[in-house]
């Protein structure tokens, strides 16, 4: 069997764990609780959001999506982490956990010969080059906030510059 | 091969400070989550308290000496004052019903930023001095010792608070946790630790009339730059008078939208329908900021800062006063102005000169809503409106928490957005209206250090409009506050790039159809109606 094929059937097992796990890393127990408890999308936009990101994430691993689709699955996830801890290694850490569960799902299903096999080794680089798209989406969203904290100050004050002369 | 972790060790490891009871977690000042210090020039010009450089991040906050004291003799007094602070000390029973209704918690999972737990910060200390139970059983009656650390605290989460009163509507007591953190600021304000994104503004109004601070001359410029857009687009020159005599009705906005993008575009909106109606209005340098920083300060300052409007409408002569699209101008205006500097005997009941409708609602405060005049416009079609100037836009409405929660002005926004454009749509539900998610950045908290607690604060509001852009292609926000318009456009590019802000009085600029207009082909911002 292919284990892309079988990785797909075990979607929803995998995406659990990987969800318990970052919100077991981020959050206070309570917290988490209620981030994987509540349901109403609006009542609860962090935990759904995390959960659409890696779902997001993990389909096109699988099917082996193009870097943009990869990167607004990314985005999801990383603009809440950037607002909610300042250090990258913190905010990113959820992306190690990942290779371990699939492993995991792996041996249980297939043994561990299965450690050995090209698709898995594929599948491996995959995530570790994803780590680095996701170093480059954490560093953009950074960016956004200093940027908007310009763009806000100049729009704040838009008629006195344009007393000034220093606009139009 | 290095041996990984498997996924349940991994699940093990935690990032996260091992779970302690709350009162033993300090809070950390990690920059982005905490507002500058006020600077102590702001602090004399309005004889505050302490002044003295520092900086929450200071190890030393250089309180003064006999602190403690001053804080529990504040406290007693606000508790014999207040009669509802007294019962917010005492009915909490911690049912959790108010818990995940705060939008700074759902977006930071700080527990501390659950209202119960935001409230229980002050509430402890109470119970450790002014209760019996916790003078006996100190912490196990949840109560505890006053320390430096327990100031940090207060400030760290007290101003996390946008006083939006989200959570007091879903307590089954009502207490309204936005009234424990102004008290909890207020008696921080006796030690000197308050911020200067609040004081700042409170002294420039005091001085001169508005929040940044702009002289009487400034302020006439920036009207004339308005004046001048306004011609470019309409081809029609208008004229609004400046500290007239005699004018019946004095016009007071916030001063956000006389130099602030895109509050600026509102302005023009404002000053068009009177031009159109022939309205016989005054705008006044003194009188030149609706906003009122006070309100976040203390109940003081707010009084203080209030009294200007009434002091110029009696100066001027005003029959009455019409107010613009501004948040917590209106929840004084609505919850305290009458009965801290009212009753204003020396104006009449507010009587539309277009329409001839009496606002009965402002017989006592002689102040009516532009969107309450506007809507009432509108339904006696006293004004012409193309609606299709606004087609390119669809538009969604961000209810601030001032004027929907705090003064139940839900209807008439929504009434006028569905005459001046086609294309409408509200967000979910529990959402908009009386349930509606704060910006983020309200009360006094709209300062850039703070960026990424607002962007953190302001998710649960940007997701569902994120729903809507989405489902409808939505690519306006509109709103009725002068700080939603400084700070949703920030939070728009964070979370929903795509999404522009306005007021509403903006698009019903756009659809005005003037006397003697030339044919309209830009709309305020200058850009084709294409
Ligand atoms: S809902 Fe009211 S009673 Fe319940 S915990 Fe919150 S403040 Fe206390
Ligand atoms: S008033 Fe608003 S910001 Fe303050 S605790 Fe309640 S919900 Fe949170």
Redesign the pocket.
Known sequence: MHIQTLLSDKEADVLRKWFYALIKQMYPQQTGNFFSSEKDPFANPVGTKIYDGLQGIYNHLLDNDEDDKMSASLEDIIRVMVVQSTAPSQGLSFMFSLKDIIRNELIGELGKDVLGSEELIQLERQIDGLLLVAVDVYHDCREKIYANRVEEVKRNNFRLLQRANLID | MASTPKPEELAKISYNPPERDWMDTKPQFRSGTWCYASKPDSLKSLGLPNPRKWSPSDEDWKLPENWKEIIFEGLRERLHKFRSLRLFMDICVRCGA?AD?????LGTGDPK?M?VL?AELLRSVYRKDFTMAGKILGKFAGARELTEDVIKEWFYYFFQ????????LFCPYGID??EI?IIGRELLNLIGCNIDWITSPAANCYRTGNHLGIQPHALVDMIDFCVDDIKEVTGIKIEPTINRKGAEILFIAPSGDVFADPGTYTMMGYLMLFHELGLDYTLSTYASEGGNFGLFNSHEMMKRLNSKMYAEAERLGAKWILGGECGHMWRVIHQYMDTMNGPAGFMEQPVSPVTGTRFENAKSTKMVHITEFTSDLIKHNAIKLDSSRNDQLRVTFHDSCNVSRAMGLIEEPRYILNHVCNNFFEMPENTIKEETF?CGSGSGLNTDEFMEMRMAGGLPRANAVRHVHDKHGVNLLSCICAIDRAVLPSLMDYWVPGVAVSGVHELVGNALVMRGEKERTLDLRMQSFE
Not at chain 2, 161 to 167: M, V
Request: aromatic fraction near 10%; hydrophobic fraction near 10%; charge should be positive.
């Open positions: 108010c209704k705060c939008h700074f918690y930023n209202p935001r608070c946008t006083e939006c009163r989200r959570c007091s946790t936005a953190t704060c």
